[in-house]
């Protein structure tokens, strides 16, 4: 069974700092291309990071220069740094892993539980 994991949500002031992680069991981590999405209330989920197989990353504009994904292959786990936080970065942050089919693999895509991320002062 895939599972994946979240961790290091939480309560932040405003201009402060948080870690996200996500770590996968179940498959194999290296073939699946990792993104972190969030959610506010009243809110469409939204893509905030994303990375590739080959390490390349893209970012909501609004997370350019302030958030930074990066992924371990080893410890199966893809991280979320966030610098800098604003109020409106305020939402559930969920951890979605996604492979397409090739010659090889079939196609998956699942999501984490999603973990809580509160700026305020």
């Known amino acids: 069974q895939v599972q994946l994991v979240e961790s290091g949500g939480g309560l932040v002031q405003p201009g402060g700092s948080l870690r996200l992680s996500c770590a996968l069991s179940g498959s194999i981590f290296s073939t699946y291309t990792m993104g972190w999405y969030r959610q506010a209330p009243g809110m469409q989920r939204e893509l905030v990071a994303h990375?590739?197989?080959?390490?390349?990353?893209n970012y909501v504009d609004s997370a350019k220069g302030r958030f930074a994904i990066s992924r371990d292959n080893d410890k199966k786990t893809v991280y979320l740094q966030m610098n800098s936080l604003k109020p409106e970065d305020t939402a559930v942050y969920y951890c979605?892993?996604?492979?397409?089919?090739?010659?090889?693999?079939?196609?998956?895509?699942?999501w984490g539980q999603g973990t809580q991320v509160t700026v305020s002062s």
């Open positions: 979605n892993a996604n492979r397409p089919r090739t010659a090889i693999w079939t196609s998956a895509d699942y």
């Open positions: 990375i590739d197989l080959s390490g390349n990353r």
